[in-house]
């Protein structure tokens, strides 16, 4: 009797500790259905002109909310980014608070990112960020700047910093710290030889 109940505590904990892997897999999974409608939908939106058919999409929330890509190649960040930050969009990707900036436009663009709760890890690693380190935004119509971390900081969750208004083109990313109860945000600047260097639109 002791035998089964140890065989069955110890499957029980092996189906425990399975759980953050299977999430962790089955956000992957539909991460990748994202970044691949966008990256391909350059392709198909010449094809529908040519046709007038459309593949179907990976998610029907992909059309009306996706507005890019970010990514962090240090950290092994690269999620799409959703427009708006409820839980919908945060519980998909990142999450483009609105009435901020839009990706790769003129003033503070700021995003925000779970992180490592059961809702999803997208932002675990933010907080290993360095200053010097390379992010990437990537629009839906294709635009991509990219960006070196400039600052970080730990603030309290409505810390006029995050969102504050910026004269020139910045990037703010953010998740939580301390348990939930603080904030930890970075700030970054763009490459301004970017587009040059990799043939790139910089600016419009």
């Given at each position: 009797?002791r035998?089964?109940?140890?065989?069955?505590?110890?499957?029980m904990?092996?189906?425990?500790?399975?759980?953050?892997?299977?999430?962790?897999?089955?956000e992957?999974?539909?991460?990748?259905?994202?970044?691949?409608?966008?990256?391909?939908?350059?392709?198909?939106?010449?094809?529908?002109?040519?046709?007038?058919?459309?593949?179907?999409e990976?998610?029907?929330?992909?059309?009306?909310?996706?507005?890019?890509?970010?990514?962090?190649?240090?950290?092994?960040?690269?999620?799409?980014?959703?427009?708006?930050?409820?839980?919908?969009?945060?519980?998909?990707?990142?999450g483009?608070?609105?009435?901020?900036?839009?990706?790769?436009?003129?003033?503070?663009?700021?995003?925000?990112?779970?992180?490592?709760?059961?809702?999803?890890?997208?932002?675990?690693?933010?907080?290993?960020?360095?200053?010097?380190?390379?992010?990437?935004?990537?629009?839906?119509e294709?635009?991509?700047?990219?960006?070196?971390?400039?600052?970080m900081?730990?603030?309290?969750?409505?810390?006029?910093?995050?969102?504050?208004?910026?004269?020139?083109?910045?990037l703010?990313?953010?998740?939580?710290?301390?348990?939930?109860?603080?904030?930890?945000?970075?700030r970054?600047?763009?490459?301004?030889?970017?587009?040059?260097?990799?043939?790139?639109?910089?600016?419009?």
């Open positions: 009797m035998s089964k109940k140890a065989v069955c505590l110890i499957l904990g092996i189906a425990i500790a399975a759980v953050p892997f299977l999430l962790r897999m089955r992957q999974q539909r991460a990748g259905q994202y970044i691949n409608q966008l990256e391909d939908k350059g392709n198909e939106d010449e094809t529908s002109k040519e046709t007038g058919s459309r593949k179907k990976a998610s029907p929330y992909l059309a009306e909310g996706t507005v890019g890509m970010a990514e962090i190649p240090e950290l092994k960040i690269k999620y799409p980014v959703f427009e708006g930050t409820g839980t919908v969009q945060l519980n998909e990707g990142i483009h608070m609105e009435n901020t900036a839009p990706l790769c436009g003129e003033g503070n663009c700021v995003l925000a990112g779970h992180n490592g709760s059961r809702r999803g890890v997208f932002f675990t690693n933010l907080s290993s960020a360095r200053a010097g380190m390379e992010v990437k935004l990537t629009t839906k294709g635009v991509s700047h990219c960006y070196t971390v400039e600052e900081r730990v603030v309290n969750p409505y810390d006029a910093w995050v969102t504050e208004e910026s004269d020139t083109e910045v703010t990313l953010f998740t939580c710290a301390e348990h939930g109860t603080r904030r930890f945000a970075c970054c600047v763009p490459v301004e030889d970017y587009g040059s260097e990799r043939g790139d639109a910089r600016r419009e």
